[in-house]
């Protein structure tokens, strides 16, 4: 009976863990523009959120299937943030655009689409 008590406590443990991982952002500065930033949530490992802002940045080409995708991909769903910051010349002067992101969760593969679905000003900047 302890067994079996001390084995819930600890998936409950690790779960509580991985809700965590997965709802912090991970923020990119955006090439050699100190005014472009993109946070991407919901996604728990860092290569795949660097692949997800290098794609929404449009500084590579993916390929759409790794070998383990021959049947089908493995996909989880994120949000990416980008923000540009004095975009706009009067206030306010930032403009975030926020992406869906569906990704394949593979290491092997590097299938990511994108829909954006918000484009404001915003007064992150002076």
């Known amino acids: 009976m302890k067994v079996k008590k001390m084995f819930s406590k600890t998936l409950a443990i690790l779960m509580a863990i991985c809700t965590l991982a997965q709802m912090s952002g991970m923020s990119f500065a955006v090439g050699d523009e100190p005014n472009v930033e993109i ?53 306010p002067k930032c403009r975030q655009i926020t992406y869906d992101v569906v990704y394949c969760t ?15 000003r915003v007064s992150c900047c002076a």
Do not use: M, W
């Not at 290569?47 to 449009?58: E, P, R, S, W, Y």
């Not at 590097?110 to 918000?118: E, G």
């Open 39 to 91: 946070v991407v949530s919901g996604v728990a490992d860092e290569q795949k959120a660097q692949l997800i802002t290098d794609t929404i940045n449009g500084e590579i080409i993916i390929s759409p299937f790794g070998i383990a995708c021959i049947f089908g991909h493995t996909t989880a769903k994120g949000r990416a943030i980008e923000t540009t910051h004095r975009y706009y010349s009067t206030a």
């Open 106 to 120: 593979r290491s092997s593969c590097n299938y990511i689409t994108y829909t954006q679905i918000s484009n404001v």
